[in-house]
């Protein structure tokens, strides 16, 4: 029986996961301090395929970086990044929307106690996006804060925090989820891992999957007559697109 493109992706997830962890910790030795999040969702999503299940979560992938100016001048240098990603699939996803359940989190702590605390949040929107609502839910959005702020009780000084806009985004997975952090919160480690070519190569084929296949949904949207695009994967990727 042929597998499908959802099989494939997963399982190629699995066989590669183990050598991302290799690379990064060869390559990043400081900055990435423990691949065993990493090993333990290759572990859990080669489990879940002997069951015909397409799931993995990894939690708390820690980075260890120096700041480049992310923080208050009167924050610590030195910021701890922990990286989480869960996803699900299966065989009837679209290739617009690839996952069931997606949630990435990225959490920064800094400080001896880590009083100082930001958070990003990328997930996929529960439940139906063509259905008018009060607020905008692109199908995947990435926002600033998540569950994880609460923790600061509301002391956040004079800053005016209102619900955060859902920034209409790809979905990433583990290895677009590192690339993620490495590019925006280290420069200098992800200028590194782009000379590794087994590096480049894994974030080939999430790309290729993930990214190229939410720019396709995009991009053949004005190709489509108004109604097939009022029902099409692109309104619900960016809701913002009028169907005419």
Known sequence: MKTTAIEQYWR?????LPQMAQAIV????SICLDPGP????????????????FFYAMDDLHFRIKSTGHTPSHAPKEINIFLSVRAK???????????????????LRAGKSNEFLGAWHLDRHVGETEEPVNS?????HFHFGGH???????????LLILDSPRLPHYPMD??????????????????????????????????????????RSLNTHYEKSPDERKHGGACCLLPNLLPH
């Open 26 to 29: 060869r390559e990043l030795p």
């Open 136 to 140: 905008l839910h692109p199908l995947y």
């Open 38 to 53: 990493i090993l333990q969702a290759a572990n859990l999503c080669r489990a879940n395929l002997a069951k015909g299940q």
């Open 89 to 107: 699939s299966d065989n009837n996803c679209q290739a617009y929307d690839p996952f069931n359940l997606l949630e990435l989190n990225v959490v």
């Open 148 to 158: 994880q702020l609460k923790e600061l009780n509301d002391d956040v000084g004079r």
């Open 12 to 16: 190629k997830q699995a066989s590669v």
């Open 174 to 215: 583990i290895f677009l989820g590192i690339d993620f952090v490495l590019s925006h919160f280290d420069g200098e480690a992800w200028a590194k891992m782009k000379d590794n070519t087994r590096y480049l190569n894994f974030l080939k084929t999430s790309q290729d999957f993930l990214i190229a296949s939410h720019i």
